[in-house]
């Protein structure tokens, strides 16, 4: 692969800087410029173009090709007028397909929630059956960082990232799909689209359905060819896998979903069972995916991970028996509020207490489905967690779930989780220890 003319990057975290490596690895002479729409371009050896110049950089040719950061939306205006320009607009997944994609085992999985989990799995599973495996994509190492280190890649991709993915995997999985991310796609139909733009396409590749994908409409007219599913576990692999799971660190009824997903995906490129039981009990929960702390004599679930009101419900019912204070609210992506609140009792929800934006729907759906539930409103984190600790005697167990995404209030997901558990520190740690 060379580049003739300098090439812009759009973006400036993970992704970008991994590009910006690939780049001078295989073209150290090549000219690369890099535009952010907010924060800092903290990308060595470029040069910034603010995006009010952007326009002005397509139409003077500054460049010929953008690759385009995952979080930035494909569907800005700029990037419209780049294609009119002739300018190739890509992204490091797909620069890593047109250049290490040839002789190599690639698994792809998304879906709306589960494809970390279940990516995760599937690396174990294979690596403890002797395979060589790596793990790339939203968890292990950036595509371009991964490069040829193996003979066998598990990608976990966003719907950014298949929205426009350019190569065919051998084995394509859906976990499940639910609304997401309508501000970055413009609606949900194009956020399905694009989720789905993994499995719906020509080409001699398998396809792997988690539960709920599997009874799915839209996604079983994307799969086309239901030939190309993967074969299911035997009665005799079922019994086997469920035991492990039952013995591992996977909770909940989603995540024996996610480790049967994982372990067809394993089983068809070459995992033995002994292996794909092996690397269920290998496996540790994913940081602010119910990572579980014990502070004082409180339970205390950093599920920070939680986008979608259909998470938070897996959440809760990973902890049947339980007392517990719920957190939840964030970020506003025309959730819809109304199932939950209906299960808050019914999954031992005692205690709720809702974060702006979203949470003042939660609140009201939850007032008038649960009137039993003690509801307070409040307008950040900290004040969740102090309101909270004056009601100890309410609760067991604490999971900040919040069924909306940080953006409002915090930078990331990761740093919503680390704060709630600095403050679950703070306020219910036994003052004797």
């Known amino acids: ?3 003739d003319e300098p090439v812009l990057l759009y973006g400036a975290g993970r992704e970008a800087n991994s590009t910006r490596q690939f780049l001078k690895r295989i073209q150290p002479e090549l000219k690369v410029f890099v535009t952010v729409d907010s924060g800092t371009a903290d990308v060595p050896e470029t040069e910034i173009i603010a995006a009010a110049d952007l326009a002005e950089a397509i139409a003077t040719r500054r460049f010929g090709t953008i690759v385009k950061s995952p979080g930035v939306s494909r569907y800005k205006p700029i990037f419209a007028t780049a294609a009119e320009a002739g300018i190739a607009v890509t992204s490091n997944l797909n ?29 174990l599973m294979l690596a403890r059956s002797g395979l060589d495996a790596g793990l790339a994509g939203n968890v292990g190492l950036a595509p371009l960082e991964i490069a040829d280190k193996h003979a066998i890649v ?12 350019s190569f065919i995997p051998d084995v394509a999985a859906i976990t499940n799909l639910y609304p997401e991310h309508v501000d970055w796609h413009g609606s949900v139909e194009r956020y399905y689209d694009d989720k789905l733009h993994l499995v719906d396409r020509d080409g001699s590749f398998a396809v792997a359905l988690g539960h709920a994908a599997s009874g799915n409409s839209r996604v079983a007219k994307a799969v086309r060819d239901h030939r190309r599913l993967v074969k299911p576990l035997s ?14 660190r996977l909770k909940g009824a989603h995540n024996l979903d996610n480790a049967i997903l994982a372990a067809e995906i394993a089983l068809a490129v070459g995992a033995t069972m002994d292996g794909i039981l092996a690397g269920v009990a290998a496996f540790r929960p994913l940081p602010h995916r119910l990572e579980e702390h014990r502070i004082g004599d409180i339970t205390v679930v950093n599920d920070s991970i939680s986008t979608t009101p259909e998470a938070t419900k897996a959440a ?16 506003e992506r025309e959730q819809d509020y109304a199932e939950l609140a209906t299960l808050l009792a019914p999954r031992g929800v005692t205690t709720l207490v809702t974060l702006p934006v979203t949470g003042q729907r939660l609140a009201t759906a939850a007032r008038e ?15 969740a967690v102090t309101a909270l600790a004056q009601k100890r005697e309410k609760f067991d167990t604490v999971i900040l779930s919040p069924g909306a995404p940080s953006y409002n209030q915090f930078k990331n997901f990761e740093e919503r989780g680390q704060r709630f558990v600095e403050l679950c520190r703070t306020h219910f740690s036994d003052p004797q220890s």
């Open 316 to 331: 809760l019912a990973a902890y049947p028996g339980r007392r517990t204070a719920l957190i939840a609210g964030g970020h």
């Open 369 to 383: 489905a649960a009137p039993d539930i003690d509801v307070t409103e409040v307008p950040d984190l900290e004040a």
């Open 1 to 3: 692969m060379r580049f």
């Open 235 to 248: 009665e005799e692999q079922a019994i086997a896998l469920e035991g492990a799971v039952s013995r591992s």
């Open 95 to 123: 620069l890593w397909g047109a250049t290490y994609r040839q002789d190599r085992t690639v698994i792809a999985i998304s879906g709306t929630k589960g494809k970390s989990t279940t990516a995760t799995l599937v690396h």
């Open 154 to 165: 598990v990608f976990e991709l966003s719907s950014y990232q298949t929205a426009d993915m």
